[in-house]
């Protein structure tokens, strides 16, 4: 019995590397799924805004999403249906240009258009696996994204005793969460939870909301938030495992924050706001290189040295400091492109994200083991035969 259950170990170990496969696209899965979130709550916005003739607020409701959220899922829509990708973008343009001019009505529908298609997106192209888009955790870690992005919002829409300075941002924040307690939460994630914690979070989120609405402090909104955090992160998976591909994923996302902050700065946003993209930029590409390359750099050294060395350089240091000296787009793209050179190259030499060299080692180890003690119970066997 022992030894059977020594040979299982490794197919054991092997089913769960597996299974971690898909692990590797998981956050760009959750910015996906939660920029359409966004794109949602800004268009909400923007309909109340126009619903009360409020043209100064409701068209940047609907300039947000073209330059800030939509880059962030343009391309993956487009590998699977370049004809929605495009119909989406443009009826977020035109939406946009007409707004003006639009009836209340003739407004509605065509954000009703807009959310059908990205519904449409999301759900029908297999963008993200049908699995994934099932489990609770994965809408677990959207709902905390959105989540952390309205509480951005919150902080830079800068309430003082009642009173908003900013109310796009105060508006953004009260979006974000509308969506997540009037379809998010109800249709995608409480069918899934135990009935007192789905109850508890039901209540956190409303409460959330309302305190948003009643412009309540950022030390109570972030009381909430960490309330919610908290019940939630438990549903959340494992820790992925280091992945040189997808650093690229990462490098897309800091790409599409730094051109969202550049959009805020030299155009018609708040430079807090522009701040905040830079700084999320800076974090993409942080956790690109602590959690994905370090992991895995002295892998690679020992297959290329000059390899490593160029791409931890980029990728550490030259980066960052492009986004320090507000440097231009196409400057920081270059960089982004050069160093997606390499990642490629290190991809070529053997570094395979379905099957990760901890866990592969982990793998291997364990079959030395059941070798070893296979061997060890073969000599035990011929000596107990021999002795009779």
């Given at each position: 019995?022992?030894?059977?259950?020594?040979?299982?170990?490794?197919?054991?170990?092997?089913?769960?590397?597996?299974?971690?496969?898909?692990?590797?696209?998981?956050?760009?899965?959750?910015?996906?799924?939660?920029s359409i979130v966004e794109i949602r709550g800004h268009l909400l916005q923007a309909i109340e805004n126009k619903?009360?003739?409020?043209?100064?607020?409701?068209?940047?409701?609907?300039?947000?999403?073209?330059?800030?959220?939509?880059?962030?899922?343009?391309?993956?829509?487009?590998?699977?249906?370049?004809?929605?990708?495009?119909?989406?973008?443009?009826?977020?343009?035109?939406?946009?240009?007409?707004?003006?001019?639009?009836?209340?009505?003739?407004?509605?529908?065509?954000?009703?258009?807009?959310?059908?298609?990205?519904?449409?997106?999301?759900?029908?192209?297999?963008?993200?696996?049908?699995?994934?888009?099932?489990?609770?955790?994965?809408?677990?870690?959207?709902?905390?994204?959105?989540?952390?992005?309205?509480?951005?919002?919150?902080?830079?829409?800068?309430?003082?005793?009642?009173?908003?300075?900013?109310?796009?941002?105060?508006?953004?924040?009260?979006?974000?969460?509308?969506?997540?307690?009037?379809?998010?939460?109800?249709?995608?994630?409480?069918?899934?939870?135990?009935?007192?914690?789905?109850?508890?979070?039901?209540?956190?989120?409303?409460?959330?909301?309302?305190?948003?609405?009643?412009?309540?402090?950022?030390?109570?909104?972030?009381?909430?938030?960490?309330?919610?955090?908290?019940?939630?992160?438990?549903?959340?998976?494992?820790?992925?495992?280091?992945?040189?591909?997808?650093?690229?994923?990462?490098?897309?996302?800091?790409?599409?924050?730094?051109?969202?902050?550049?959009?805020?700065?030299?155009?018609?946003?708040?430079?807090?706001?522009?701040?905040?993209?830079?700084?999320?930029?800076?974090?993409?590409?942080?956790?690109?290189?602590?959690?994905?390359?370090?992991?895995?750099?002295?892998?690679?050294?020992?297959?290329?040295?000059?390899?490593?060395?160029?791409?931890?350089?980029?990728?550490?240091?030259?980066?960052?400091?492009?986004?320090?000296?507000?440097?231009?787009?196409?400057?920081?793209?270059?960089?982004?492109?050069?160093?997606?050179?390499?990642?490629?190259?290190?991809?070529?030499?053997?570094?395979?994200?379905?099957?990760?060299?901890?866990?592969?080692?982990?793998?291997?180890?364990?079959?030395?083991?059941?070798?070893?003690?296979?061997?060890?119970?073969?000599?035990?066997?011929?000596?107990?035969?021999?002795?009779?």
């Open positions: 019995m022992q030894r059977i259950i020594v040979l299982i170990l490794p197919f054991m170990l092997l089913t769960q590397v597996l299974s971690n496969a898909h692990a590797a696209t998981e956050d760009i899965d959750v910015m996906f799924a939660s619903r009360v003739n409020d043209l100064e607020h409701a068209i940047p409701h609907t300039v947000h999403p073209t330059a800030e959220l939509y880059p962030n899922i343009k391309d993956r829509i487009a590998e699977k249906d370049p004809q929605l990708a495009n119909s989406i973008e443009n009826k977020l343009l035109s939406l946009q240009k007409d707004a003006r001019v639009l009836t209340v009505e003739e407004f509605n529908d065509r954000v009703d258009e807009i959310n059908s298609l990205l519904h449409k997106a999301l759900f029908n192209y297999d963008i993200i696996a049908s699995d994934k888009l099932q489990g609770a955790g994965f809408w677990a870690s959207v709902l905390l994204q959105v989540l952390d992005d309205a509480s951005d919002e919150y902080e830079e829409s800068d309430i003082e005793e009642g009173k908003v300075k900013n109310v796009i941002e105060w508006q953004d924040a009260i979006g974000f969460v509308t969506v997540l307690n009037a379809d998010i939460f109800p249709n995608m994630l409480k069918g899934k939870l135990e009935q007192g914690l789905s109850n508890s979070l039901e209540q956190l989120l409303a409460s959330l909301l309302e305190d948003m609405k009643s412009m309540k402090s950022i030390e109570s909104i972030s009381s909430k938030v960490r309330a919610i955090n908290d019940n939630l992160r438990p549903l959340i998976e494992v820790e992925e495992e280091p992945s040189i591909p997808k650093i690229k994923d990462l490098l897309t996302l800091a790409l599409n924050a730094y051109q969202a902050g550049k959009f805020e700065e030299e155009g018609e946003g708040e430079f807090g706001e522009a701040q905040s993209n830079y700084e999320k930029a800076k974090e993409y590409i942080t956790l690109a290189y602590e959690k994905h390359f370090l992991p895995l750099k002295q892998y690679i050294e020992s297959k290329d040295h000059e390899l490593m060395s160029s791409t931890e350089n980029m990728l550490k240091d030259e980066l960052l400091m492009l986004i320090d000296k507000r440097a231009s787009v196409e400057d920081i793209k270059s960089k982004i492109d050069e160093l997606n050179t390499n990642i490629d190259k290190i991809i070529a030499i053997g570094v395979i994200p379905e099957f990760p060299l901890v866990t592969g080692m982990v793998l291997v180890s364990a079959m030395l083991v059941v070798l070893m003690l296979t061997y060890r119970g073969n000599i035990r066997f011929n000596l107990f035969n021999s002795s009779n």
